[in-house]
């Protein structure tokens, strides 16, 4: 069955540090996968997907993600955090059957000044 | 560009009460989706559609029901408000079936039943 770990429940950067949050993901073919961001009492925004092709994938505000078969893993990173990062991002595998995602429980992100 | 509309953003149900979560999309999007969020648990399908006339259940349907009789709107029935439903209710909508495009997600409904 798929599935999508994220083992952080909550991370605290200083602002300008790089950022780095875990996505592993269990799928018996080649998975498609994204990331979303929830702001406080918003709804969830795509920042980046992938498909196929280039392993590293660019997305919005900064970020950008690697995709590592052999390590079940699609890890989002930015290189350097400001306040407005601050937020709830979401990993989640689209089944090719149906129509569904399966989302991640959420990494909770914290900026400090 | 309005995009998912959801109304209402908040609401206090008592147990055994009914009602109707709307959602609305204005991109002409065919797919659209249900889903609950609770805390710590991510978030969990109860139904998507294909298109006007056509729903499906997802991973938590009992509970709900829906009915998408245009393009635009896709509705979700609480007939018998239990505490259990107390959640986060968010609709998403999709040009295409959503493992190829990612979801527009409206900024959800907040329901307490108490």
Redesign the interface.
Known sequence: AQS?TQPD?HITVSEGASLELRCNYSYGATP?L?W?VQSP??????LL?Y?SGDTLVQGIKGFEAEFKRSQSSFNLRKPSVHWSDAAEY?CAV???TG???Y????TSLTVIP | NAGVTQTPKFRILKIGQSMTLQCAQDMNHNYMYWYRQDPGMGLKLIYYSVGAGITDKGEVPNGYNVSRSTTEDFPLRLELAAPSQTSVYFCASSYMSGQGAGYTFGSGTRLTVV
């Open positions: 999508v429940i498609y994204f979303y009492g918003q709804g969830l925004q795509l997907k498909f979401f689209g089944a090719n129509n569904q995602f989302f991640g429980t959420g």
